[in-house]
């Protein structure tokens, strides 16, 4: 079964505006950390925000944020003001600490997100 | 404070050749990832390390692969008697387990890949 599903294969926004990308996860495990990194044409995944499963806030980071819903299984990132240099692929990902052995990151398939001036 | 660092970037190669790859992580990172991205898809996990030792091992990782990291520092990934299959981006990660205040940050900063293609 998927573990991270990110719906939105490609998005559209235009610059100075704000965009959502999708995130749904599966997992038994209690204690689990979401994560979003981007992927520019250049190939190299950038760490963008954390989310622990027993943190009470939304994640926060400069023009990202994440909007965590537990009981829904959603972590969805909103990107504020986009810029041209947010066009890229993004990818959600989930580490499970205590039922799944070691510390490995399952990914999502990706989104690709290109921001029009 | 320099990144992760991967050579080489770019590996093309006939079938059946071994090819190597070396990834260098952050200095006091003492966790070291390796991943493998297809075209238009996520990265999926092969294998990692705590310091020098190998803790897991993706099912993807066939006998024909092999990874090392034989003093806890940089780490390589074979790929003996490669196959078209093989081509992929190779993505290597670092971690810091624990931090000097004792808290756990763990998250994976990767490096720009190695790209192979097998013909």
């Known amino acids: 079964a998927q573990k991270i599903t990110q719906t939105q294969p490609g998005m559209f926004v235009q610059e100075k505006e704000a965009v959502t990308l999708d995130c749904t996860y599966d997992?038994?495990?209690?204690?689990?950390?979401l994560f979003w990194y981007k992927q520019p044409s250049s190939g190299e995944m950038i760490f963008l925000i954390y989310?622990?499963?027993?943190?009470?806030q939304n994640a926060t980071e400069g023009r990202y944020s994440l909007n965590f819903q537990k009981a829904r299984k959603s972590a969805n990132l909103v990107i504020s003001a986009s810029q041209l240099g947010d066009s890229a692929m993004y990818f959600c990902?989930?580490?499970?600490?205590?039922?799944?052995?070691?510390?490995?990151?399952?990914f999502g398939g990706g989104t690709r997100v290109l921001v029009k001036p | 404070d320099t990144g992760v660092s991967q050579n080489p970037r770019h590996k093309i190669t006939k079938r059946g050749q071994n090819v190597t790859f070396r990834c260098d992580p952050i200095?006091?990172?003492?966790?070291l990832y390796w991943y493998r991205q297809t075209l238009g898809q996520g990265p999926e996990f092969l294998t990692y390390f705590q310091n020098e030792a190998q803790l897991e091992k993706s099912r993807l990782l066939s006998d024909r692969f092999s990874a090392e990291r034989p003093k806890g520092s940089f780490s390589t990934l074979e790929i003996q008697r490669t196959e078209q299959g093989d081509s992929a981006m190779y993505l290597c990660?670092?971690?810091?387990?624990?931090?000097?205040?004792?808290?756990?940050?763990?998250?994976?900063?990767f490096g720009p890949g190695t790209r192979l293609t097998v013909l």
């Open positions: 990902a989930m580490r499970e600490l205590i039922k799944a052995a070691g510390n490995k990151l399952t």
């Open positions: 200095s006091e990172h003492n966790r």
């Open positions: 989310q622990g499963s027993y943190d009470q």
């Open positions: 990660a670092s971690s810091l387990r624990f931090g000097s205040s004792g808290v756990s940050t763990d998250t994976q900063y």
């Open positions: 997992t038994s495990d209690p204690s689990y950390g």
